[in-house]
C-alpha cells in the first residue's frame, strides 16, 4: 500500500459516533451536547464542500441503515448488538461487530474512500484507531468528557467511571494524530493527566446555532412557554443526572424563598430534560425533592424539547443555571448567552469558558446551596443587572458559531495528514 501523503485531497470523513445517534433527541439517556455537536460540525463541513458519513450504533430494528442528514452529510446505522436495552457499560462488548461494518463500508468501495477518521468519545476512539492503522488515514480524535476529570470531582450520588475506560482512553490518546480539545483547560488536561504530547493537541470550541439562538421578545416568549410575564424565571436545561446537579438549582430556590417569601408568587423554576445515567433509576427523585423542600408549587419539569422550542425557554427565563460537577463546555451555557439571557454556573471545566464571570453571568466555586442562591438572586431579582449582563451575553456567544469550530476542525485534519505521513516516513525508514 502507497504511504498517505501530507497533500492528498481532502474529500471524506468517516464520523464516528458509536455510543449515541446524531438522529437523536437531546437532552436526555445518552445524548446530549455531542449529539449536537457531531450533527453542527457535519453539517458545516459539507457546506465547506466535504462530505460526511457518520457511522453511529442503531437502537431500533425500524431505523434504515442509511439517513441524509442534509445532503452531504449521511447517518449509518451499524448493526452491533441487541437494538435495544443495551447501557453505555455494555457497549465495549459490541466493538469489534461495530469496527467490522466501519471497515467494511470502505472494503466494498475503493481503497482510500475515506480521507480522514473523527472518532468522538472513547469507545468510537477505540474503532478509530483500528481502522486509521488499516486504512492508513489520519485519526482525530474529540474526547467530548474524560474519565480522569469526571471521577475527580463526582456528584454525591455519582458512580466512578470504571478503570477499563480509563485505560481505554489511555490508548486512543496514544494512538490518535490529532486530539481535539474544547478550551485550553482541556487541552491541559489531555496533556496532564493523559500524557499526550502537546504537538497533537489542538483547542477547536464547539459554537452555538447563531440564527436558532438569537435575542428575542421576553414577554412573547414568556407567553408561549405559558409562564406569567412578571414572573421570575430560573432554569435548568439538560440531562437529569447526578453530574448535571439540577438539584441544587432547587435547593438555590428553595433558599431564595426561605430568605424572600415574597417571591413565592412570582418564582418560577424550569427543569427541561429527561433522565439519564444514575437519574434514568430515579426519575421521580427531582420531584420528591421539590416536594419535600416545598417548591413543587413553583417547580415545573419539562420533558426534554428540540432545539427550536428550547429558544423560547432560554428568552423567557431571567437567568439560566448550569451547576455541573463538571462540563468538557456546557452547550446550553452558550444557547442561553445567545437568546441574551446571563448564566449563573459552577466554575468547572468549560463553563468557565463559556461564561464571562462579572460581565455575562456569574461562576460560582464549588457547589454550595447558598452561593449559588446568592448569584441566582444578583441576577434575576435586578432587571439592570439581566439587562446589562444579556446584553453582553449575547456579544459574548457571538463569537462562538460552528462555521468557526468547522474551519478549525478542518485546519486540524490537514495537520493530522501531514503529521500522519511525516510519522510513517519516518517510521518505514526505521
Ligand atoms: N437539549 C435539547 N433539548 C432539551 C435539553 C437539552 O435539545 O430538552 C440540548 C441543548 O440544546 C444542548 C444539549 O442538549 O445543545 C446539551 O448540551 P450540553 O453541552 O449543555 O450538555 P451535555 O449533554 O453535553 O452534557
Known amino acids: 500500500m502507497a504511504l498517505p501523503s501530507g497533500d492528498r485531497p481532502l474529500r471524506r470523513v468517516a464520523m464516528i459516533s458509536l455510543h449515541t445517534s ?4 437531546p437532552g436526555t439517556g445518552d445524548a446530549g451536547g455531542m449529539n449536537v455537536y457531531v450533527v453542527e460540525l457535519s453539517q458545516r463541513l459539507a457546506d465547506l464542500g466535504i462530505e460526511v458519513e457518520i457511522f453511529t450504533r442503531a437502537t431500533s430494528s425500524a431505523l434504515p441503515v442509511k439517513v441524509e442528514l442534509v445532503p452531504g452529510v449521511t447517518v449509518r446505522n451499524v448493526a452491533a448488538g441487541p437494538y435495544e436495552g443495551l447501557s453505555k457499560n455494555e457497549l465495549p462488548a459490541q466493538l469489534c461487530t461495530f469496527a467490522r461494518a466501519v471497515l467494511r463500508a470502505e472494503a466494498i468501495r475503493e481503497p482510500g ?8 468519545y472513547w469507545l468510537s476512539g477505540q474503532v478509530g484507531l483500528l481502522a486509521r492503522d488499516r486504512w492508513a488515514v489520519p485519526l482525530v480524535h474529540t474526547m467530548h468528557t474524560m474519565a480522569k476529570v469526571k471521577n475527580a470531582s463526582l456528584a454525591e450520588d455519582d458512580v466512578p467511571e470504571p478503570p477499563a475506560r480509563l485505560l481505554g482512553e489511555e490508548q486512543v490518546v496514544e494512538a490518535a494524530d490529532r486530539l481535539l480539545a474544547n478550551t485550553d483547560d482541556e487541552a491541559r488536561e489531555l496533556i496532564d493527566l493523559y500524557g ?3 504537538a497533537k493537541v489542538g483547542v477547536v470550541n464547539p459554537g452555538v446555532d447563531l440564527d436558532l439562538f438569537r435575542p428575542g421578545d421576553q414577554a412573547a416568549a414568556r407567553q408561549a412557554v405559558g409562564v406569567p410575564e412578571n414572573a421570575v424565571v430560573l432554569a435548568f436545561v439538560g440531562r437529569i443526572q447526578p453530574l448535571k446537579a439540577p438539584d441544587l438549582l432547587i435547593r438555590a430556590a ?16 424550569a427543569i427541561i430534560g429527561g433522565p439519564s445515567g444514575n437519574g434514568m433509576e430515579h426519575p421521580e427523585s427531582h420531584a420528591e425533592l421539590a416536594r419535600a423542600l416545598g417548591v413543587d408549587d413553583v417547580t415545573r419539569f419539562v420533558k426534554p424539547i428540540p432545539r427550536a422550542g428550547l429558544a423560547d425557554w432560554y428568552r423567557a427565563a431571567s437567568v439560566v443555571c448550569v451547576p455541573s460537577y463538571s462540563e468538557s463546555f456546557g452547550l446550553v451555557a452558550l444557547e442561553a448567552q445567545a437568546c441574551g439571557t446571563p448564566v449563573v454556573a459552577a466554575a468547572v471545566g468549560g463553563l468557565t469558558t463559556a461564561v464571562r464571570h462579572g460581565t455575562t453571568g456569574l461562576l460560582v466555586p464549588g457547589h454550595g446551596v447558598d452561593d449559588f442562591a446568592d448569584a441566582l438572586r444578583r441576577i434575576a431579582t435586578d432587571p439592570v443587572t439581566r439587562e ?9 456567544a457571538r463569537g462562538f458559531g460552528w462555521e468557526l469550530t468547522a474551519a478549525r476542525t478542518l ?17 518505514v525508514a526505521g
Open 254 to 269: 428553595a433558599r431564595m424563598l426561605d430568605q424572600d417569601p415574597s417571591l413565592r408568587d412570582r418564582l418560577v423554576v
Open 113 to 120: 474512500y475515506y480521507d480522514v477518521i473523527h472518532s468522538h
Open 411 to 427: 485546519a486540524a485534519y490537514r495537520t493530522a495528514a501531514e503529521t500522519m505521513a511525516a510519522d510513517l516516513a519516518a517510521e
Open 388 to 396: 446589562t449582563m444579556g446584553g453582553a451575553a449575547v456579544e459574548h
Open 196 to 198: 499526550a504530547p502537546p
Open 22 to 25: 446524531p438522529l437523536d433527541q
